[in-house]
């Protein structure tokens, strides 16, 4: 089934974040790396999965969705950003992923689960963006969260820690490594009503001089 048929079906739009493997794409330890991803639109046989590497149509994906637990399926559709998986499972977890999406879509509706924390973490409404580095290379990501002071960000390359880098406008700091991608620290604090707007902006001409960044254009 194509990603345009599965639109046309019943299914809830509900965003749920998690991870993802794929065959073939191994860390520098030799091990499958874990991608991070959220979904789109899901139903009890199919799911729209936002991603930051798209695998082959025909690949099996196994993911993990603390909503959902373990899945695994084929990827029937993908374009740039997103992949179709056509999901694998019994006729009693498709009962309960249906069950499932009937909580959630009724929690989405809950306007008051909301973060007060000063800092934090936003979950962005495009979750792709692109990361700058030093040479002027440019690489798409998967932005997991954002917060005034930092990013996690999923991507097909792990750069050490220690990395100056941009995500979007915000230039940074490789601070860490995640399971499924790298955290990355701002130079500056960003204010929190125009940081993820800055963070989901693509193809920026960037200083990335850590110790004084200025956005050129």
């Not at 729209?48 to 590497?53: K, Q, R």
């Not at 998986?85 to 879509?105: G, P």
């Not at 936003?122 to 290379?137: E, F, R, Y």
Request: with cysteine.
């Amino acid at each position: 089934m194509s990603i345009r048929s599965f639109l046309k079906q019943r299914a809830v739009e509900v965003v749920v974040s998690g991870n993802y493997v794929l065959p073939n794409w191994y860390d520098q330890s030799g091990k499958l790396r874990n991608f991070a991803c959220r979904t789109s639109r899901v139903s009890p046989f199919r799911m729209i999965v936002d991603v930051p590497v798209v695998g082959r149509i025909g690949d099996t994906v196994s993911c993990y969705f603390a909503d959902f637990g373990k899945l695994s399926g084929a990827i029937a559709d993908a374009d740039a950003e997103s992949f179709l998986i056509e999901m694998s499972m019994t006729a009693e977890n498709r009962r309960k992923i249906s069950d499932q999406l009937t909580w959630l879509e009724k929690k989405q509706k809950d306007p008051s689960a909301k973060d007060a924390r000063k800092d934090a973490r936003i979950i962005p409404v495009v979750p792709h963006s692109t990361i700058t580095l030093a040479d002027g290379s440019f690489h798409r990501c998967f932005v997991i969260n954002v917060s005034v002071s930092g990013v996690a960000v999923s991507a097909d390359l792990q750069p050490p820690v220690g990395t100056p880098l941009a995500v979007g406008a915000c230039v940074g700091r490789v601070v860490r490594t995640l399971p499924d991608g790298f955290a990355v620290r701002f130079v500056e604090l960003q204010k929190r009503h125009e940081v993820e707007r800055l963070v989901t902006r693509r193809g920026l001409n960037l200083d990335l001089d850590v110790d004084g960044p200025r956005r050129v254009a």
